[in-house]
């Protein structure tokens, strides 16, 4: 599913140059659920920029779902996007104007789903995640969780092949956080994939593999049993 | 990513800061109604105009003497016969002359203008209606000998005879300043002449009109009758020119005056440009205004969809990620002005109307606008929305999503 070959990133901030990443290499599979965890500055949030083709890398490869996207334009990592990677942000970064409705059906909107289908595939999204009614409500109307959801709900309507969550429970309380990663081991459970960086280790332990980051180089892989609910 | 998402996403933006929108888009809504408003003014004066001289006809030359002539250089009735037998483009020559008399009848005297010629004054009478309601115009012969005959307008019959019509044959008295008296057969009655200033004047106070063959007028004081004025028609409006200046030399040489411009030939085409170029000055003065606005409204659009851009660069930064293209994003917020500029230029365009409307119902003018005019604003203003709206847009598009995600 995901294949990373010796990965380099640097910074170069005037004269001093930061190496982000220094030659990481990272296979995932299909169906698993990580957790990339790693103090701040560790290098774990740029991987996962570079996993979702937010950003570049300066040398190696990386091949997701069969094809090497190392080298893509602004556009074809668009669409790459678009198709195959869904986005859970830690601030939920929902559109405040939109409905929730819409909010889901918006990557639909760049993947070119006529409306109609738009619909009924954002209802069923958020049917998923146990979100079917107040679905004409604007983000600012319902709670933290609830955003959270729609933000899954959104992230998984187009049916990526891939869902990455970048610190989805930091603006969460516990009872929310736990809320949250149920949801994620069920989409897990139905076959979806998830990469999730955190910093706190209780989250971690809903998942069923920890890569943990210092300084810019993985320092441990490994596979745990997932706590259950 | 089609055109109607974009254009929803765009509306709901600039619903959601109506108060900012509406400000924003006031400079463009000011630049419009101007343009619409002196367009529609201006076209319909020139139109209005137009019709006026048209009315009169286009082939008309009035021909003047100077204040500072001498007897010796006002036109004599000889000069008529031979300006008509000499330029054999002329088709109407009458004098044109105006005299302040009282007229009197059994019943009423009243002050009235009386208006002379040749019996071409029928048609060449600017300041009369000669549209015969009943009998018949003076003719050659009442002219050739000097007939008391008298041409009256409706209005001078109800106002002289109690408001009888049926006056043909009747006989009025004509007094001249310095009192002499002439007596005239009415021979015909023609539309009144100032039935459209009713309402606004008091009709008892108003002159009467009347017209007569100049030779009889000259019975009542010669020195009324001096001809200083010529009112002459010609076959084809683009022989004005060549006949006004041979009229000219030809009153020169018979006058022994070659060089001292006494005589000037005026026609309503050229009244016409004067008019056109006076108009096209305040037209362009006004057109002048409304760039600037229109430049001060772009700059405003510009400005707010800087603002609007920065607002929203977490927005902004999500839709990348979520799968929307440079371009989705460039076209997004480049609609957002266009639509901006639009809505603008369409309240300007409703109210450069209404002050169309208002400016000519104060002007007493029929505004002309144009779909020309209309599809100019629209196109217009699209313009003016992508042309300020393009920078903000790339800015936009060009965000890089990951510093745009991070944006506090």
């Known amino acids: 599913m995901i294949q990373v070959k010796d990965i380099v990133k640097t910074y170069t901030t005037g004269s001093e140059t930061l190496v982000a990443l220094d030659t990481i290499s990272l296979e995932i599979m299909a169906g698993e659920f990580t957790a990339i965890m790693g103090p701040s500055g560790s290098g774990k949030s740029t991987l996962m920029n570079i996993l979702g083709l937010l950003d570049r890398f300066d040398l190696g490869t990386y091949i997701l779902n069969g094809q090497n996207v190392s080298d893509l334009n602004d556009n074809e990592s668009a669409k790459v996007r678009n198709k195959e990677i869904g986005f859970v942000f830690q601030s939920f970064n929902l559109m405040p104007r939109m409905s929730i409705l819409e909010n889901v059906a918006l990557p639909l909107v760049y993947a070119g789903v006529k409306p109609k289908e738009r619909k009924e595939r954002a209802l069923a999204a958020l049917e998923r995640v146990g979100l079917s009614n107040r ?20 992230a998984i309507v187009n049916e990526p092949s891939v869902l990455m969550a970048d610190e989805p429970t930091g603006n969460l309380d516990s009872k ?22 955190t910093h706190e280790p209780e989250v971690a332990l809903y998942t069923k593999r920890i890569v943990t980051f210092r300084d810019g180089a993985l320092v441990n892989d490994q596979l745990q049993q997932q706590k259950l609910m | 990513m089609n055109i109607r998402e974009n254009f929803k996403m765009a509306v709901d933006s600039i619903f959601s800061n109506k108060l900012r929108s509406i400000l924003t888009m006031l400079g463009i809504i000011i630049g419009i109604a101007a343009v619409i408003a002196i367009l529609a003014v201006g076209n319909g004066a020139t139109s209005e105009i137009t019709k006026t001289f048209n009315d009169f006809g286009a082939s008309t030359i009035s021909l003047s ?23 054999p483009e002329i088709t109407r020559i009458s004098p044109d002359n105006t005299a302040n008399t009282t007229v009197r009848s059994d019943f009423e005297s009243r002050s009235a203008l009386a208006f002379s010629g040749t019996p071409d004054l029928q048609y060449t009478n600017q300041s009369m209606d000669s549209t015969i309601v009943s009998g018949r115009y003076f003719n050659q012969n009442d002219y050739d000998d000097a007939k008391e005959v008298v041409v009256i307008s409706e209005d001078t019959a109800t106002a002289l005879f109690n408001g009888r019509q049926d006056v043909i044959g009747e006989t009025i008295q004509l007094i001249g300043n310095t009192g002499n008296v002439l007596n005239l057969k009415i021979i015909g009655i023609v539309k009144g002449t100032f039935q459209e200033l009713q309402g606004s004047f008091d009709l008892s106070q108003m002159p009467l009109s009347l017209a007569l063959p100049l030779i009889t007028m000259e019975k009542l004081n010669p020195s009324v009758a001096v001809i200083n004025s010529l009112t002459v028609q010609v076959t084809d409006k683009n022989a004005i020119e060549s006949v006004s200046n041979r009229m000219v030399r030809l009153l020169e040489t018979r006058h022994d005056s070659v060089g001292d411009d006494y005589y000037t030939a005026t026609n ?8 056109d170029s006076v108009l096209g000055l305040f037209v362009n003065f006004i057109a002048a205004v409304a760039a600037i606005a229109l430049l001060v409204g772009g700059i405003g659009v510009m400005n707010i969809m800087l603002v609007s851009v920065t607002e929203r660069t977490r927005e902004i930064g999500t839709r990348k990620a979520l799968g929307a293209t440079t371009n989705t994003i460039l076209f997004q917020f480049l609609m957002e002005a266009v639509i901006l500029t639009l809505i603008g230029g369409i ?59 991070r944006y506090e």
């Open chain 1, 135 to 154: 679905v004409k409500h604007k983000p600012n109307e319902i709670s933290g969780g609830q955003k959270q959801r729609v933000a899954i709900a959104r």
């Open chain 2, 65 to 87: 003497v100077s204040d500072e002539a001498t007897g010796n250089e006002m036109i004599t009735d000889a000069d008529i016969v031979a300006l008509k037998s000499s330029i």
């Open chain 2, 347 to 405: 309240i300007g365009l409703v109210l450069g109307i209404l002050l169309a409307n208002g400016i000519s119902n104060a002007l007493s003018i029929v505004p002309n606008i144009t779909l020309g005019s209309v599809l100019l604003v629209l196109l217009f203003s699209t313009a003016v929305g992508i042309f300020f709206g393009i920078y903000p847009a790339r800015k936009a598009a060009k965000l890089d999503p990951i510093e745009a995600l």
């Open chain 2, 268 to 275: 309503f085409l050229q009244a016409l440009d004067q008019v």
């Open chain 1, 176 to 197: 929310t956080t736990v809320d949250i990663m149920r949801i994620f081991q069920e989409l897990n459970t139905e076959g979806t994939t998830i990469v999730m960086v």
